[in-house]
């Protein structure tokens, strides 16, 4: 079995080394700790480069790359800063991964192209204040209405909640189903909707650049093409969704464990 990197996965690892060597400097990693502030500006640079889309597919304005290679990008952002690695790395969170695997084209075309260019942040809220992060059972409810669903309640710990433009919002469907994460679905809502607020929490202990908040749902109304896949299985895409994504913060872990033992070092 062949572990060494490729050409092009080599030369991936060297642009992003050289790209955070220069651009996380120590004052500005400083700063935005201090701020507790997500580094917008940078984003967008990192964005532009296309570190930020690795995985999402060039007809959609992604690199079209692979877990591995975003993996690199993401190992080396940490290396160098965990506090802005792990904020720009989370820029785009989840919502092309569902999407891409479960959403239809016109929310595919809609939501992905301007995640991958930058030009948005996105949100997954998923962990509750009664529940934490056992998803087996919601206490946030979405009640159909006509051409749409009316959602309530609340979500806690949110990564870029008050930043975010798009959001994935896991609810309680059928309040009936046994056992009741049979009747849990994703839906898709949008910065500014009337009923979805954001609020930033503070003072937490690290990583404080990854901006994380609180998000309340008071009788948020999204339309029925808002739903993500087939009804009452958003528990199984969030379970799938973990199950990629966890190898990118495993990969977060690594970075700064490299750059510790670096810094060690030298």
């Known amino acids: ?33 201090e ?15 296309g570190f930020t889309s690795m995985r999402i597919p060039e007809e959609y304005g992604g690199q079209g790359y692979g877990l591995l290679e975003d993996c690199i990008v993401v190992e080396e952002m940490c290396r160098v800063d965990p506090g802005i690695g792990a904020a720009i790395s989370l820029g785009n969170l989840m919502v092309p991964d569902v999407l891409l695997k479960h959403g239809t084209e016109e929310q595919k075309e809609k939501y ?51 930043i975010a433009d798009t959001f994935i919002i896991l609810c309680q469907t059928d309040p009936n189903a046994t056992p009741s994460h049979r009747g849990e679905s994703i839906f898709l809502a949008e910065k500014g909707t009337p009923g979805l607020e954001a609020t930033k929490l503070k003072g937490k202990m690290g990583i404080r650049p990854c901006i994380t908040g609180s998000v309340s749902l008071s009788d948020l109304k999204v339309p029925e093409s808002n739903l993500v896949g087939e009804l009452n299985k958003g528990f199984y895409y969030t379970l799938e969704l973990f199950d990629g994504t966890r190898i990118t913060i495993a990969a977060q872990a690594v970075g700064i464990a490299q750059g510790a033992f670096e810094k060690a070092f030298n």
């Open 35 to 49: 701020k507790e502030e997500f580094p917008l500006d940078l984003y967008k640079k990192a964005a532009k480069l």
């Open 112 to 162: 992905i192209p301007p995640l991958a260019k930058g030009d948005a942040i996105a949100a997954a809220a998923f962990t509750e204040p009664e529940h934490g992060s056992d998803i087996t059972r919601m206490d946030t409810t979405a009640v159909k209405s006509g051409d749409q669903w009316i959602i309530n309640g609340s979500k806690e710990f949110i990564t870029n909640a008050p």
């Open 1 to 33: 079995m062949q572990f060494e990197l490729n050409d092009e996965q080599k030369e991936i690892k060297r642009a992003i080394r050289e790209f955070c060597e220069k651009e996380f400097t120590p004052e500005l990693a400083l700063e935005l700790d």
